[in-house]
């Protein structure tokens, strides 16, 4: 091979390596924003069975019960 093969031959290996990197990082970040997701919805799963129901078993609205200033 001659010199300018070799030398593209090269960078292209350098750019695989690179990008091989990135997604590496990316699949990393991936897998903790999962986990993220993961753990926020057994959360909200738990505070939705603290949620008070009315006798209907109708979950209530924040929005109907007005604090006292208004």
């Known amino acids: ?4 093969t ?3 031959l090269t960078d292209l ?4 390596s690179y990008a091989e990197d990135l997604i590496d990082h990316l ?4 897998v903790r924003q999962q986990q993220l ?3 926020l919805l057994r959360e909200v799963g738990h505070l939705r069975q603290q949620l ?3 006798s209907a078993g109708t979950v209530r ?3 109907d019960e007005l ?4």
Not at 13 to 16: F, G, L, S
Not at 67 to 70: F, N, Q, V, W
């Open 6 to 8: 070799e030398r593209r």
């Open 52 to 54: 008070p129901t009315d």
């Open 37 to 39: 997701i993961d753990g």
């Open 27 to 30: 699949n990393a970040a991936l």
């Open 1 to 4: 091979m001659d010199d300018d």
């Open 13 to 16: 290996e350098i750019k695989a």
């Open 61 to 63: 609205s924040l929005r």
């Open 67 to 70: 604090p006292p200033h208004y």
